[in-house]
C-alpha cells in the first residue's frame, strides 16, 4: 500500500512525465526507483516553484542551478536529501543533464513512508520501463534490490527470471545488446553502507 500525495498539481506533473530527469527511453544512465516521495506541505513551500521548474525541464533546471535535483537546493528542508546528496558523489555535471533519468516503479508521487507491493503498480507504466530498457537508448540501468525484488513479483519484466550476478563492485545482473543493468545500495543508505556506496559511486563515475 501507498499513500498518494495531496497535491493536484504534482500528481498532474506525474500524468504528463511519470519520471524524473529525461524521458527514460532517451537517456544514457537510468535509476529506477520505488516511489517518489515529497513532504505532505511541499506545495505551500517556495521550494516548490522550483520542484515544478525541475520536472517541467530538468535539463534547463541542472544548467541554472548547478544541481540535479531541487532537494540539493539550500532553501529545501524536507526528506531525500540524502537519497540525492549520495547521488551526486558520483560526480555527473549539468552537461550531463541530457543522460540521466530517474523513474518510480510506482507512477504517482507518494508521501510518508511506503511499503509497495507489486499489485500496486500500473502496468502501463511497468510496460514503459521494460520498453525503454529493451528498445531505448539507456545502456547502463540501476536497480536496488527491493526494485529488482517487485520487478520480478510484477511478472511484467520476465526476461530477469535468470539473474547471473557477476562479483564486481556494481554486480551485472542482467546483460544484452550492449546494455547492462547493474544491482545497486539505494542512494538513502548511510551509516555502516557508507564505504560501498562510495565505491559505487565511483565505479558508476568510471562508466562515464
Not at 529545501?76 to 537519497?83: H, L, M, T, V
Amino acid at each position: 500500500m501507498y499513500n498518494i500525495h495531496p497535491s493536484k498539481e504534482l500528481n498532474n506533473l506525474f500524468k504528463s512525465k511519470p519520471y524524473q530527469g529525461v524521458e527514460p527511453s532517451l537517456a544514457h544512465f537510468l535509476f529506477i526507483g520505488l516511489d517518489a516521495n515529497y513532504q505532505e506541505d511541499i506545495e505551500s513551500k517556495e521550494i516548490f516553484k522550483k520542484v515544478t521548474d525541475y520536472h517541467e525541464d530538468s535539463v534547463m533546471f541542472w544548467r541554472k542551478y548547478n544541481v540535479h535535483h531541487p532537494f540539493l537546493l539550500s532553501d529545501y528542508r524536507g526528506d531525500g536529501q540524502r537519497y540525492h546528496r549520495n547521488f551526486s558523489k558520483i560526480g555527473f555535471k549539468a552537461e550531463h543533464a541530457n543522460q540521466i533519468s530517474f523513474v518510480e516503479l510506482l507512477h504517482v508521487p507518494t508521501v510518508g513512508r511506503n511499503k509497495l507491493h507489486f499489485t500496486d503498480l500500473d502496468e502501463n507504466h511497468l510496460a514503459m520501463i521494460g520498453n525503454a530498457i529493451l528498445y531505448g537508448k539507456p545502456k547502463h540501468i540501476f536497480v536496488s534490490a527491493n526494485v529488482l525484488q517487485l520487478m520480478r513479483d510484477s511478472k511484467r519484466f520476465s526476461w530477469l527470471s535468470k539473474i547471473n550476478q557477476t562479483k564486481e563492485i556494481l554486480p551485472v545482473i542482467f546483460s544484452k545488446n550492449e546494455k547492462s543493468i547493474y544491482k545497486h545500495l539505494h542512494f538513502s543508505n548511510y551509516g555502516k553502507f557508507q564505504l560501498q556506496l562510495e565505491k559505487e559511486a565511483l565505479a558508476i563515475f568510471n562508466l562515464m
